[in-house]
């Protein structure tokens, strides 16, 4: 690796480059591949430069609010036109002539319901305290035992054992 390589990736359009690959969903490794370094010369580069730091964190934060935005539309349902086109002919305002041109013969709205795994996970990721699969239980005052066998001592308990 060439010493001073970072300095490329300074450049606006080094960063540039960056935070595309981070809204592409590329994978930390994936772009220290693509800047032809390791994934741990990346990690001390975004210590060591907040520009490029910041590059990434600004890239994955776009496309993470778009899925974020896709699953909570796909948790509520939505509704959605479907449209048929066909080729047809038009006539051209300006000079007069036909043109062909895609023309919609249908439009249908469709609705898709809410689903119930996506309402699920949103649910437990915003608000665990209330829909996590594990709850803290607290107990309080003591819980009584009746031990015929507590007080014998374990010789005595052989014997019980092997009199059975």
Known sequence: MAKGKYHEWLTPEGLA???GWARDGLTDEQ?????????????????????ISDTLKKG???????VENAL??????????????????????ETGELKQV???TKRVTKEVQGDTTAQIFWLKNRKPEQWRDK??????????????????TTDELRKLIRDG
């Not at 709850?135 to 014998?152: C, M, W």
């Open 31 to 51: 772009i220290a591949d693509n800047m032809g370094i390791k994934r741990p010369t990346l990690y001390e580069w975004k210590k060591r430069y907040p520009d």
């Open 135 to 152: 709850q803290d239980v607290q107990h309080s005052g003591s819980v009584n035992v009746n031990n015929p066998y507590k007080d014998l």
């Open 72 to 93: 909570l539309k796909r948790a509520l349902g939505y509704r959605y036109d479907e449209v048929t086109r066909e080729p047809g002919t038009v006539e051209d305002e």
């Open 60 to 66: 994955k934060e776009v496309i993470d609010r778009h």
């Open 102 to 104: 895609m023309v919609e």
């Open 17 to 19: 480059l960056l935070e």
